[in-house]
């Protein structure tokens, strides 16, 4: 495979995820299928495992959003506690 196909896979799933987390679902699905589209049309072969291996894939993948999605939530929350130190006591005292 040439570096050219190489770089646009791995350049359009790579932003497809990066828009997906971030929020951007419909764009990061665009970019995604162009560079599986790209991937099939290299390695028909391989395509076939992956189908077969789909819903491992996606609860996989959905493993790992919730993951980046529970990290940035933290540091959301962090944030906040900076900025408003009493932010966090009184959830602190209730206990």
């Known amino acids: 495979m040439s570096h050219w196909k190489r770089a646009l896979i791995l350049g359009s799933?790579?932003?497809?995820?990066v828009?997906?987390?971030?929020?951007?679902?419909?764009?990061?699905?665009?970019?995604?299928t162009?560079?599986?589209?790209v991937l099939a049309s290299e390695h028909r072969e391989k395509l076939e495992d992956v189908c077969e291996r789909?819903?491992?894939?996606?609860?996989?993948?959905t493993q790992l959003l919730n993951m980046v999605a529970g990290l940035l939530d933290q540091l959301a929350e962090y944030k906040q506690r900076r900025i408003d130190p009493s932010h966090g006591e009184g959830a602190l005292r209730s206990w």
Do not use: F, P, T, W
Request: no cysteine; glycine share 16%; net charge positive.
């Open 34 to 37: 162009v560079g599986i589209a």
């Open 13 to 17: 799933l790579g932003a497809g995820a």
């Open 19 to 32: 828009l997906a987390v971030s929020g951007r679902r419909a764009a990061g699905a665009v970019l995604a």
């Open 54 to 61: 789909a819903s491992e894939y996606v609860q996989k993948s």
